[in-house]
């Protein structure tokens, strides 16, 4: 009945389930009379002001639900509330309700305006009944004993939660509840999850009793400064996620750390787990203000765990991999030992304040280790057989290497280390592309089982006078780029010489290599000083090969078939 827009039937004792549902202009009901009412009976009647049904006191389900416009209703002679009777009330007020012993789930869901409810005679608290109450600041919750799942969640204006005989909580109980700065709760001894979830303001919370933490339970509560937590032997995920006052825990009966629980507490700065063993993803990822640690049983770190902290030392004997990420970006770090690590995983002491680096049992080092550790100096790893992308990129202090078992590299592991002088890896036959580009300093290179060199490979390093490398078939472009300090070069195994492969080496005169065959464009251009090339069996010349070698005077190539253009244009 679209149309309808009031009903005055003052001898009407029942109405039947969905009687007047959706009449969306009905404002106003006069039924004095009823006693039954069927469920969704005044559903989403959204213009309806005020109800007057003085003899009602069973309300079955979703009977005013979504009535956004109902501002009052005497509920005093209420018994039983069905679920989503009054969900989406918004512009409901207050809620009396003295003689309630029954209240079904989402009762009070989205009643907005509600700001206080008053049930003497409930002791529990079903599903969502007050869900985003938003402007709920009253309601006496002493006689609890259990609350439902999201009872409370999103009820901003609660202020303190005074549970003394509250014995369950279930899950996101009374999350979002952002204005609640104390919690009182004595007899429970186990959270579930997400139940104190993005409470910011809360500031106190007796956890001594406390055995069991769930999941998220204290995530995003930002207020808190302490946990003291003597009991507790399990923690799950993210519990303590972004607690970002955080200073001190105290957990001595715990042994594993889950993943991610005190990640970003940006200021906790004292943690006693002294039982633990195991340390999860990203635990304390984040914690900018955490100096120290003392956690002598460790087994596991899991990956990311301490990045971003303020350690300046690692003591964790017992652990036999540095996962992913485990000690990354810790800037103040000066001291590990590591004595039983095996693996380095990708980015595992990157950007470290390490001067010298030892790790005698490892045999395998992921992608950027060690990358952009300045002050790194030395380091010792005799057993490592191979280095991931970056392993030692922009380690400009790195002066010593020692791993004499070292058979592969990967791309850029070098790159810009530009205090190396001299490198002798006497078992490399393996190495990517930019594997010493921009090393500076380098002198001398001595891999005798390399045999190819990828892209950009020296690229830049200018100081580069002696290299051997004797079994090399294959020069990438690139390869010795800029290389101003190179004066003569010998390679007699070398077939192919890609393009720019020895461009710009102001000072290189000499050039053997006689089974090359083919030279990429640009391969020897802008080298002014170039006067020897023994190249007798070249048959293909690239572009711009000798561009600007005006010192050349003679040259030798008898099976030559294809000269590109500019091949020895200012020669």
């Not at 404002?27 to 039954?36: E, F, K, L, P």
């Not at 791309?411 to 393996?430: A, E």
């Not at 891999?447 to 950009?456: G, K």
């Not at 090399?472 to 195994?493: K, R, W």
């Amino acid at each position: 009945c679209p149309s309808l827009a009031s009903v005055h039937a003052p001898l009407v004792t029942s109405i039947g389930e969905s009687g007047f549902a959706q009449c969306v202009r009905l404002a106003s009901v006069n039924m004095t009379a009823v006693t039954s009412l069927g469920a969704s009976a005044f559903q989403s009647c959204s213009s309806l002001g005020r109800v007057s049904m003085p003899l009602l006191t069973f309300v079955r389900d979703k009977v005013f639900q979504n009535c956004s416009n109902l501002t009052g209703m005497n509920m005093t002679g209420f018994t039983s509330i069905g679920h989503y009777s009054f969900d989406g009330c918004s512009s409901l007020t207050f809620a009396d309700l003295p003689l309630v012993t029954s209240l079904g789930n989402y009762v009070f869901r989205r009643c907005y305006s509600v700001t206080s409810v008053y049930m003497p005679l409930r002791t529990s608290v079903g599903e969502c009944v007050f869900q985003n109450c938003s402007n709920l600041t009253t309601i006496n919750m002493t006689l609890f004993s259990s609350v439902g799942e999201a009872a409370f969640e999103g009820c901003t204006s609660l202020t303190s939660l005074d549970l003394p005989l509250v014995t369950r909580l279930d899950r996101y109980a009374f999350k979002l509840c952002s204005s609640v700065t104390s919690v009182n709760i004595p007899l429970m001894t186990t959270l579930g999850h997400n139940i104190f979830q993005y409470c910011s303001k809360l500031t106190y919370v007796n956890m001594t009793q406390f055995t069991s933490i769930g999941y998220m339970v204290f995530d995003g509560c930002a207020s808190l400064t302490s946990a003291d937590l003597p009991l507790v032997t399990h923690m799950g995920e993210y519990a303590f996620r972004d607690c970002s006052n955080l200073t001190s825990v105290y957990i001595p009966l715990m042994t594993s750390v889950g993943d991610n629980v005190f990640r970003y507490c940006s200021k906790l700065a004292n943690i006693s787990i002294p039982l633990v063993t195991s340390i999860g993803h990203a635990s304390f990822y984040r914690c900018y203000s955490l100096a120290s640690i003392y956690m002598p049983l460790v087994t596991y770190v899991g990956s990311h765990a301490l990045r971003w902290t303020d350690l300046s030392s690692i003591d964790l004997p017992l652990i036999t991999r540095a996962n992913d990420y485990a000690f990354s970006e810790c800037a103040n770090l000066v001291s590990i030992n590591l004595p039983n690590v095996t693996y380095v995983g990708n980015g595992a002491l990157r950007y470290s304040g390490l001067t010298n680096i030892s790790m005698p049992l490892v045999t395998s080092v992921g992608y950027a280790s060690f990358h952009h550790s300045l002050s790194l100096a030395a380091i010792n790893i005799p057993l490592v057989t191979s280095l991931g992308n970056s392993a030692l990129q922009q380690c400009p202090s790195l002066v010593s290497i020692d791993m004499p078992l070292l058979t592969s590299i990967g791309n850029h592991s070098f790159y810009i280390s530009t205090g190396l002088t001299n490198v002798y890896l006497p078992l490399l036959t393996t190495m990517g592309r930019h594997a010493f580009r921009s090393c500076s300093s380098l002198v001398s290179v001595d891999l005798p089982l390399v045999d190819r060199l990828e892209l950009w490979t020296f690229r830049e390093c200018r100081k580069l006078v002696d290299v051997n490398m004797p079994l090399v078939t294959f020069l990438g472009d690139y390869s010795y780029y800029d290389c101003n300090a190179l004066a003569s070069i010998s390679m007699p195994l070398v077939t192919s010489v890609g393009e720019h492969a020895f461009r710009s080496c102001g000072v290189l005169a000499s050039v053997d290599m006689p089974l090359v065959t083919s030279l990429g464009s640009s391969a020897f251009s802008t080298c002014p000083r170039l006067t020897e090339v023994n190249m007798p069996l070249v048959t293909s010349v690239g572009q711009e090969s000798f561009l600007d070698c005006n010192a050349l005077t003679g040259i030798s190539m008898p099976l030559v078939t294809s000269v590109g253009e500019h091949a020895f244009r200012s020669c």
